[in-house]
């Protein structure tokens, strides 16, 4: 025999009815951080990132983002690391990177309005109108 399943609330029960309890929030478990990057190794990690640079098998990862060349960027990650999901993982934090040195190479050139007023002169200067 099956069992008739949860009971409809609509039927006879009013709202209300019972013993009132109050809902316990349980002691966060240690297991639960597992797998969290804290502030020490995400600081660690960049700063050897810093001094390191990337491994030959990143830049050509990069390289072939630049080209188009996505599904092939993947698939060399995937060789190299073993798993997609660790392959996709790579291929994004490259895309980060990559859109991180981009934005610095941009603020680095257009920061100061002085700057920007010497290329625009010397744009004006070059072009023959």
Not at 11 to 20: E, Q, R, Y
């Given at each position: 025999l099956r069992s008739p399943g949860p009971v409809e609330l609509s039927?006879?029960?009013?709202?209300?009815?019972?013993?009132?309890v109050t809902k316990r929030t349980p002691v966060a478990r240690t297991a639960a951080k597992?797998?969290?990057?804290?502030k020490h190794t995400k600081f660690v990690r960049e700063l050897v990132r810093e001094v390191t640079g990337f491994a030959p098998y990143e830049r050509r990862i990069m390289e072939l983002v630049?080209?188009?060349?996505?599904?092939?960027?993947?698939k060399l990650a995937k060789r190299k690391l073993g798993t997609l999901r660790r392959a996709k993982s790579k291929?994004?934090?490259?895309?980060?990177?990559?859109?991180?040195?981009?934005?610095?190479?941009?603020?680095?050139?257009?920061d100061d309005t002085a700057t920007t007023e010497i290329y625009t002169l010397s744009l004006h200067d070059?072009?023959?109108i």
């Open positions: 039927l006879t029960a009013p709202l209300k009815k019972g013993h009132l597992k797998g969290k990057l804290g630049r080209n188009g060349l996505e599904k092939r960027a993947v291929y994004n934090e490259m895309n980060d990177a990559m859109r991180k040195l981009r934005e610095q190479r941009q603020s680095f050139f257009f070059a072009l023959p």
